[in-house]
Every structure is written in C-alpha cells, then in structure tokens.
C-alpha cells in the first residue's frame, strides 16, 4: 500500500465518524432554530391582534374613523409589521395603514377568532374579530343566566414582513455551516497529526525503495524513529549500501563497454571518421538550429572518381588503404568544428559550420584540387585519384536531412556528369523537385523496357535538290507509350533515363530495332540509310563499339548505311571519348553525323575533331530563319563550310512550307519535320517506304 492510500484510510478512519455526528448535531440545533423563529413569529402576530381587537371596540362603536387610522398607523410603525386594516361589520375598510398584500376576498372572509389568515414566503397575515359586549347592566343586577353572547363589530388584520425572518434564519444556517467547517478543521488537523505520525516512517521508505528502483542506489533513510520502525530503517541502510558496493563495481565495467560500443556506433571502422548515422544526426542538429535563427552553413558530397580502379585492379586492401588515406588527406584540411564523415563506400560528406557562399565554395575546390593532384601508390602502381564535389547551402530553405542529403547527392551526381574532378552547387529545393521527377521517370522507364512499351519511330529525311543520294534516310527516336499514362516524348524520355543509368539500355533496343530494319531493307533490295542518336552514356562506355561490332555481324549489313547521331553538347563535354568512338565506328565502316549543330555550342572546330559525313543544323536555327537574318546567316555559312568537308546539311524542325523555301534556297542537303516528311511508327514507315 502506498502512502497515499494508507493516508486515506487513516484520515477517513478518524474524520468520518466525527465529521458525521457534528454535521447531525449541528443540522438538529438548526432545524431547532428555525422552527423557534418560526414560532416566535406567529405569537408575535397573536400577540398583535388580540392587541388591536380590543382596542378597535371603542372606534367602531363611536365610528371614530380617525382613532382607528391612528391605532393602524401605531401598529404599522412596530417591527416586522408591513400592513394593518380595520373592517367594519360590513366589509368595507374603515382604516390602513401601509402595503396591504391581502385581497379584498381574503378580507371580507370575517375569522370568527384570532389566526392566521395567509401565508407564503414573503408575508403572513394574521386576522382577529372586534367583539362587542351586549350586556348593558351590572352582573350583581342580573338574574342568573341572563347574560348574551357578544357582537362581532369588525375585524382586523396585520400583515408582517418575512424579510428579517428569513435573515435570521439564514444567519442561523450560516453560523451552523461555519461551526460545522471549523469543527472540521479542527478535527482535520487533529486527524492529520495522527495519521502523518504513523505514516511518515512508512512513507519515508516507501520513498527509499521507490528510489532504489529508479537505480539511484546511494538512498538512505535517516532513523527518526522509535521502535519497530527504527528497526525496519536500519535494515533497509545496511542492505542499501551492499547494493550500492556491488553496482559501483558493474556500473564501472559496464561504462568502459558502452564507450567502446558508442564509439563503434558512431565512427567508421575502416578510417575511423563519423559514419553516416553520426553524420546525419549531427547535420539535424545543425539544420534545427538554423531554423531557430542560428548561423547557416554548408555541406559538401565527395564521390571518389577513380576508386573502382584501384578496387578492381590491386583488390580490396589495396582500396581501403586508399580509403584510409583520403580520409587522412581531407582532415588535414578541415576545422575543427567541421566534420568529415564516410556515408558510403567511396562517397565523404563534409560538414561546414558558420561556412557559406564563396566561403564555402573556395573550401569545396581547394580539396577538389588536392584529392586531384594526389597520387596513390600501390606496390608497382601509381593511381590517380579526383573527386566530384556536390555543394548544397544550408539554409532556412533546407526542412531536414533527407532533403539536404539528396540535394548534395544530385549536386555529386550533376558534378560527375559534367566531367568528374569537379564542383557542384545546387540548391535542395532545385535537387528535391528534380530527384522527385527523376524517381518516377526511373520506374517509368524500368517497366517500359520490361514490358516492351517503347515504342519506335520513323522521322524521315527529304531531300531538297537533286543531288542528294537517292535513298531513303531516317532517323529513328523512341518514346514511351504504355497505354495508361499520356505519351513521353523522346525528348523527355531519353533525359531521365541519362541520370538513371538507363540510357545505354535505350540505345541498345534503338540498334536492335535499326539493325533489324535494314537487314529487312537490304533482304528486299532496298537501299536505306539509318540516323541512330546515341546518348551521352552511350559515348562514354567502352562496350559500345563492341556491342555495335557484335549487331554489324549478326545481321550482316553494309556497315555504311548506319549512321551515329552525336549531339554537339556531347562532343564538348566528352571530346575524348567522343573522338574515340568515331575513329572506332569508322574502322567498323559506319558513318558519323553531329546533331543539334548551333544549338549554343557552336564551334567550327568541332567537324575538324570528329570529322562527321553530316552535320544536322539545330531547330533552335532553324524555326527562326524565316525573320532572322542573323540565323539565317549563320545556316548559310554552316551549310558552306560543310560543302568544302563534303559533309552533307540536315535542317531539323522544318514544320511550315516558309522555312522549307528558305532552306531550300540556302542548298540545304535535307530537311526534316513536319512540312517535308511527318513522323511516324518505324514499323509503319518500313512496309510503306521500303518493303513495299
């Protein structure tokens, strides 16, 4: 039993019996009250009209109308009485003084004695008759027995005020009340001291125990006690402090344990820095306090390059002495109130406090150039080793940490996209709106190709003069079309699919589907020629040239009709591997074309490096050529210099007849869009240009 319970039980042990025997007693000397108040009212009444009776006689017989208002008068002015009237013997009111309450019905009832006439809870009204004595001789004079009854002559009637009878009778119950309070407390009091004597010793190792429990094994109770309790006191010291022995000596190797554990749990075990549950809840913690109004920050995504090199070529050890190093490396550039953590496999997030903008940036390009100029040796070999940086700000605009992590993993993504060994910064609002596009087009495009929804087709080529090669030229494009949601154009679709990893498969199914058409064309004696867009990924991968190899010899087909549609934004950024892939599909025979040529990147240079068979002018130019001289310059002189390389001119967008005349006025090779050739299903355009 607690000591709240026990305390109870003591109090209403004590309390009750004596709070209800005072509360029967002092109801009984109030009810006792109140009806002596009520008692000595109505004989103050009688008392008044047997009074005024009598005297009334004199003033009704002489019919002294005067007399009688001043005896109502005198009887009004005693206290409690509100009104008095004299009746006269028929009926009608021969004196009154004060507020009569009585109706007239209620005084023309004559009481044949003195009583009470009305009574509620406001007034009372009591009611007498005025005898007269008809005898006119002395009692000596008369016979035996001569004597007659007397004559009622009127009546009278006074009405008393309840007001000051209910005041004494509410002073009786609130001194009752207040007798019956202060007994109470008096007893309460009483009760109270009892009961704590006998509890507090109780209560006192309840709360030890209770403390025990909680671990807090220094508790003691102090002996204040007599008797068994003293006993039961001591007892419980002497077994506390036992307990308390044996925990100090488990508590001691417990928290060496939980130091070792908390230190695993929140470091890497390889380099030994923050790992990522660490990271995150530092950076929580961070963006709280910024939003609270606290300094901004900055946080960084490091992707290692070249790591899997190094992995892949010296084997595992080799790859986390490497780890190790780089980790080393970046330290030794940060604050202290920085933190470095590994959150990945190759993958670093910094931690920048009280660091932004320029700041923050020059931070973020001075260890992009120092893990770039660091050379790992490994035995005989020597690695070079870069990292791509993704800069995110922390700000009030950054909610949380899924948020800020994801912004840093574009940027990083974004960073290796444009080149590798480079820096990016993007804001989390810009990476959460692209990333939640991106996560639909990934499922989109990963179902499409499972589920055989890509759909294929045909943008043909028209030539504009006679000199052109008299065949059929097309461009193959893809979209998506999965019969539920509306149609992805190519434009679109081939976007995400680059930032998924997804494109190379694209590709893949855009050569099986091109390869097949010209096997077809070839089988039925037709001459065709293919534009075959390759995405930037595509360019980049070492395996193309082999799959585009392994696709010429299974179908066995003139390599020469296959051309591979470069963009020029690729051929800038990937210049390398751009010209290493056309060298290789030269060797194989195939043929080379530069797309979206003008498009922003434009460069003359570019056909010199790549040295395509046909350069395809961009729509950009093209849609304004009709009002714009300077693009229509601009085709002139690409459509020249592509003449003197022996190139051959593709317009794309030619979708009204204005821009075709125009174009063709310039000696444009060919023309694609809407006013030359509509786009339609690759199979389509196979049975009815080709095949048939």
């Not at 109706?103 to 007034?123: C, F, H, V, Y």
């Not at 960084?300 to 390059?305: E, G, I, M, P």
């Not at 922390?394 to 993504?413: K, P, W």
Request: hydrophobic fraction near 45%; glycine fraction near 8%; include cysteine.
């Amino acid at each position: 039993m607690t000591e709240i319970n026990l305390r109870r039980r003591l109090l209403l042990l004590s309390l009750l019996p004596s709070a209800l025997l005072a509360v029967v007693l002092v109801a009984y000397f109030v009810f006792s009250g109140m009806r002596a108040l009520e008692g000595e009212l109505r004989e103050r009444g009688m008392a008044v009209v047997r009074y005024l009776a009598p005297v009334s006689e004199y003033g009704l017989i002489a019919g002294h109308l005067e007399n009688l208002q001043g005896l109502a008068q005198t009887t009004v002015q005693q206290p409690g009485v509100k009104a008095a009237v004299v009746v006269g013997r028929s009926g009608h009111i021969l004196a009154v003084s004060g507020r009569v309450s009585l109706s007239s019905e209620q005084l023309k009832r004559m009481p044949g004695e003195p009583g009470i006439i009305a009574d509620n809870e406001q007034w009372i009204a009591f009611g007498a008759p005025v005898l007269r004595n008809l005898a006119e001789s002395d009692d000596l004079f008369d016979p035996a027995g001569a004597k007659t009854a007397p004559e009622v002559i009127g009546h009278v009637f006074v009405e008393f005020d309840k007001g000051e009878f209910q005041e004494r009778q509410h002073t009786l119950v609130r001194r009752g009340i207040i007798i019956i309070a202060i007994g109470l407390l008096l007893m309460a009091v009483v009760a109270l001291a009892i009961a704590d004597g006998i509890t507090r010793p109780v209560t006192r190792l309840v709360h030890a125990v209770r403390s025990m429990g909680l671990g807090h094994f220094d508790t003691r109770v102090k002996n204040f006690s007599f008797g068994e309790f003293r006993e039961l006191e001591q007892g419980f010291n002497d077994m506390a402090a036992r307990i308390s022995e044996v925990h100090q000596t488990m508590q001691e190797r417990i928290e060496g344990a939980t130091a070792q554990l908390a230190f695993q749990a929140r470091h890497d075990a390889l380099t030994g820095l923050v790992n990522r549950r660490e990271f995150e809840a530092r950076l929580e913690r961070t963006i709280a306090a910024i939003q609270a109004g606290g300094e901004e920050g900055s946080l960084l995504f490091v992707d290692l390059d070249r790591f899997k090199v190094v992995n892949d070529t010296c084997g595992h050890s080799a790859g986390d002495e490497l780890l190790r190093q780089i980790s080393r490396l970046l330290q030794g550039r940060l604050r202290d109130e920085d933190t470095l953590a590994r959150i990945g496999g190759d993958e670093f997030g910094i931690l920048l406090s009280n660091c932004i903008g320029s700041r923050a940036l020059q931070v973020a390009e001075d260890l992009c150039t120092l893990t770039g100029a660091y050379r790992f040796i490994w035995q005989d070999k020597i690695f070079s080793i870069g990292a791509s940086i993704g800069l995110t700000p922390l700000n009030r605009q950054v909610r949380d940490v899924a948020e800020a992590l994801a912004a840093g993993d574009a940027a990083c993504y974004l960073a290796k996209e444009k080149g590798r060994n480079r820096v990016h910064v993007q804001l989390a609002t810009q990476a959460q709106n692209r990333r939640q596009a991106d996560r639909s087009w990934h499922d989109r495009i990963v179902g499409a190709l499972a589920d055989h929804h890509l759909v294929c087709d045909a943008l043909p080529m028209r030539p504009f003069r006679a000199g052109a090669e008299d065949d059929h030229f097309v461009e193959i494009c893809v979209r998506l079309d999965d019969h539920v949601t509306p149609t992805i154009p190519s434009s679109m679709l081939l976007e995400a699919a680059e930032r998924y990893d997804l494109a190379t498969a694209i590709d893949r199914h855009l050569l099986e589907t091109a390869m097949a058409a010209l096997s077809r064309a070839d089988a039925h004696g037709r001459r065709m020629r293919c534009l075959l867009p390759l995405s930037a990924t595509s360019v980049r991968h070492s395996q193309t040239i082999e799959l585009l190899s392994t696709a010429l010899s299974s179908h066995s087909i003139p390599a020469a009709s296959l051309y591979l549609l470069i963009s020029e934004e690729c051929a800038v950024q990937h210049a390398t591997e751009a010209v290493e892939l056309c060298t290789a599909a030269r060797a194989l025979g195939c043929r080379i074309a530069l797309g979206d040529f003008g498009g922003g990147f434009a460069s003359f240079g570019h056909l010199r490096n790549i040295s395509p068979d046909c350069v395809k002018i961009s729509h950009s130019l093209t849609r304004n050529i009709d009002g714009n001289r300077s693009a229509r310059a601009l085709i002139r002189a690409i459509k020249e210099i592509a003449d003197d390389l022996g190139m051959e001119s593709i317009a794309d967008g030619v979708d009204d007849l204005a821009t075709f005349n125009v174009l063709q006025e310039l000696g444009i090779t060919y023309a694609q869009g809407r006013a030359a050739a509509p786009g339609e299903p690759f199979e389509d355009w196979i049975e009815g240009a080709v095949i048939r």
